[in-house]
């Protein structure tokens, strides 16, 4: 299994409030991921890194914001929660190479905003 | 924007049926990946499939990407309970390699 870990793994949090969700991997894989579930959409792409300090903006990025000062660790910020951001939070991995980019998950956050 | 459409939504079988998962798109992938999800835990990758008309085996799970690279197909010989799961396939776009998913299958093997 890849390296990955997120934390925290479970949290409820009112709306209007700050959230932080870290991501840390083991793997010194250079691209890192935050996507979010939900039903009836699946896994959706908040944002990505592609290194120290380069992010950019996925599918649903609205609402987010991202950090990456190590290559170890990738950030997510929700600046002002929302109820709609009730979701499972999943950080991604992956290397190059010449197998297509191939993710690895880590477990999951469920963050619940009432 | 690249979309991939997986059928069926959900599948309920017996232990011993067989099962095909399609994932089909209008639009060319790079590769495409297939993972399993249980519940409260992250996906974990199955394949990765490159080759246009790439055929890989793992087990009594059979993998295939079109001549095209438009679709794939999961086939699944005997299942078992264990088997029981979120399919997703995932095709890779753009020159960073991030990943479109499907909405997966959802899969029940009944003992």
């Known amino acids: 299994d890849a390296g990955i870990t997120q934390s925290p793994r479970h949290k409820v949090t009112e709306t209007g409030t700050p959230v932080t969700l870290r991501c840390h991997q083991t793997?010194?894989?250079?691209?890192m991921y935050w996507y979010r579930q939900d039903p009836g959409h699946g896994l959706r792409l908040i944002h990505y890194s592609y290194g120290v300090k380069d992010t950019d903006k996925g599918e649903v990025s609205d609402g987010y914001s991202v950090s990456r000062s190590k290559t170890e660790d990738f950030l997510l910020t929700l600046e002002s929660a929302t109820s709609s951001q009730t979701s499972v939070y999943f950080c991604?991995?992956?290397?190059?190479?010449?197998?297509?980019?191939?993710?690895?998950f880590g477990p999951g956050t469920r963050l619940t905003v009432l | 924007t690249q979309l991939l459409e997986q059928s069926p939504q959900f599948l309920s079988i017996q232990e011993g049926e067989n099962l095909t998962v399609y994932c089909n798109s209008s639009?060319?992938?790079?590769?495409l990946q297939w993972y399993r999800q249980e519940p409260g835990e992250g996906p974990v990758l199955l394949v990765t499939v490159v080759t246009g008309g790439e055929v890989k085996k793992l087990k009594r799970l059979t993998f295939q990407f079109g001549d095209a690279r438009k679709d794939s197909s999961l086939h699944i010989t005997a299942a078992q309970p264990g088997d029981t799961g979120l399919y997703l396939c995932?095709?890779?776009?753009?020159?960073?390699?991030?990943?479109?998913f499907g909405k997966g299958t959802k899969l029940s093997v009944k003992p």
């Open positions: 995932a095709g890779a776009e753009g020159s960073q390699g991030n990943l479109i």
């Open positions: 991604a991995i992956s290397g190059t190479g010449l197998r297509g980019y191939t993710q690895y």
């Open positions: 793997e010194n894989h250079r691209y």
């Open positions: 639009s060319v992938f790079s590769s």
